[in-house]
């Protein structure tokens, strides 16, 4: 390229992007020992470098940001199933409770029966119907165990 040619370039780009920037244009270029031209390659490809890395650091905050709402979520899953741990041990421990009187009343009607039962046996055995009254009693128990 002849002087003329390179006057014209720079007078091209000077109008192009301005006195500002050509001047930085030019002491980067000199600063490199380098053309105009390759200096505005590295600068841009300097530039679109770091278009790449602010887009991956952008990509990488919003992973961050979706992990540590995954991480926050599974916090509160982790407290709603302790929760309803606590809950069921508690279901348990009244169910516990709730079989243990079942069974005390249970066993409370029995003895309450036999008493009855003792008592009803003293009076039948008395009674000059005893023999019908046995004879009826046990014609209704075998009643129960075929029916």
């Known amino acids: 390229m002849n002087h003329n040619e ?3 370039s720079k007078v091209v780009v000077h109008a192009r992007i301005g006195r500002e920037a050509y001047e930085a244009l030019e002491a980067y270029a000199n600063r490199k020992g380098c053309s105009l031209t390759h200096a505005l390659r590295e600068l841009l490809r300097d530039l679109k ?3 790449l890395e602010d887009g991956s650091a952008s990509r990488l905050e919003a992973i961050s ?4 709402g995954i991480a926050e979520q599974q916090a509160r899953h982790a407290s709603r199933i302790e929760a ?3 809950i069921l041990r508690k ?3 009244g169910q516990e409770a709730r079989e243990a009187q079942i069974l005390e009343t ?3 009607v029995l003895g ?6 003792a008592h009803l046996l003293g009076i039948v055995e008395s ?3 005893a023999a019908d009254i046995t004879a009826s009693a046990q014609a209704k128990i075998r009643a129960l165990q075929n029916g």
Do not use: C, G
């Open 65 to 68: 940001r979706s992990l540590l």
């Open 127 to 129: 009674s000059p119907r």
């Open 6 to 8: 390179k006057s014209h």
């Open 91 to 93: 279901v348990e421990e």
């Open 49 to 51: 470098q770091r278009e």
């Open 84 to 86: 309803l741990v606590a």
């Open 112 to 117: 309450l029966d036999q008493l009855a039962y």
């Open 106 to 108: 249970l066993a409370t």
